[in-house]
């Protein structure tokens, strides 16, 4: 648990800023306090994990990033304006496979370049571009419902990156996969995040998938959802197999394991210091 936390500082080069952020559902006529005093500052191209127990309010946090739920109070900016609805500088990611289950891998990955108004040729291309980034192209032509789960992620993923967006927002997109292909697909994202960089936020329930994706991991906890503690994952990329059964890995799993599942009630992160 940290007493201070200079890693959640708010600067002036932040490309994410939530700043005492709140949200309340009514619920049986009674407020119910999803997340409270929430600030969060994630640089440009900073790959952030966020995992918490159930209920914690990471999809609420990630819900008001996206434009898709506004904040009760507090402020919520990308690239220092105010969050005001979703936008094409912001792809999202969820658990539940978002293809249209009628257009090919293809057809789904070039849908937002349509949108866009990019020539056919044009579309074309790039959708081919991200198809291959992520080992789809020998599906290029398939429907999803013959895609395995783990490839439906990749084709979304394929999708999120073709409209080029400078944030990506994920929201358990690995959470309903077997371990084996979850650990290949961390791997693939890691790999096309390090040749196509962008500010990511990942949310996950998985203390591992949190550490290994992570340069920096946000531990929530429930009742109030708040922000518990930020710990820098000071670990090399490419992450390969070698860092995952690393000593220093081993450490910082430990410690992430410890804030999530050893929390104290009430604390925060930054309490101490504010
Ligand atoms: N639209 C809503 N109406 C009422 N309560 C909600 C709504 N969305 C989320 N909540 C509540 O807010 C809390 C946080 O939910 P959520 O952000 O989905 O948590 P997590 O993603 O960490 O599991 C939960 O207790 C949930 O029941
Ligand atoms: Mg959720």
């Not at 304006?81 to 539940?96: A, H």
């Not at 070039?110 to 074309?124: D, I, M, N, P, T």
């Not at 059964?245 to 599942?261: D, I, K, M, Q, T």
Request: glycine residues 8%; aromatic residues 8%; hydrophobic residues 40%.
């Amino acid at each position: 648990m940290t007493t201070t936390t200079p890693t959640n500082t708010p600067t002036a080069t932040a490309k994410i800023s939530v700043r005492d952020v709140r949200k309340t559902f009514e619920l049986k006529g009674e407020e119910f306090v999803a997340i409270e005093r929430v600030n969060l500052d994630i640089a440009d191209n900073e790959f952030v994990t966020v995992v918490g127990p159930s209920g914690c309010g990471k999809s609420t946090l990630m819900n008001i990033l996206a434009g898709l739920e506004t904040p009760t109070a507090g402020h919520a900016l990308v690239d220092g304006t105010d969050v005001s609805g979703p936008g094409p500088e912001r792809g999202v990611i969820f658990q539940q496979y978002a293809l249209f289950p009628w257009l090919t891998v293809r057809k789904n990955v070039e849908f937002g370049l349509k949108v866009a108004g990019l020539s056919r040729a044009e579309r074309r291309e790039r959708a081919d571009y991200f198809i291959r980034m992520v080992g789809l192209e020998q599906f290029a032509d398939a429907l999803p419902k013959m895609l395995s789960g783990g490839m439906k992620q990749r084709c979304a993923i394929a999708r999120a990156y073709a409209v080029n967006p400078s944030i990506l927002l994920m929201d358990e997109p690995f959470g309903a996969l077997d371990a084996l292909t979850r650990v290949k697909l961390q791997e693939q994202l890691l790999d096309t995040w390090s040749r196509e960089k962008r500010t990511v936020m990942f949310i996950t329930h998985d203390v591992d998938e949190a550490v290994f994706l992570a340069n920096r991991v946000v531990v929530m906890a429930a009742r109030p959802g708040r922000i518990y503690d930020v710990i820098d994952v000071n670990l090399p990329y490419p992450r390969t197999e070698d860092v995952r059964l690393s000593p220093e890995f081993g450490e910082l799993r430990n410690r992430v394991w410890h804030s999530v599942y050893h929390q104290q009630p009430g604390v925060a992160a930054g309490t101490a210091s504010n």
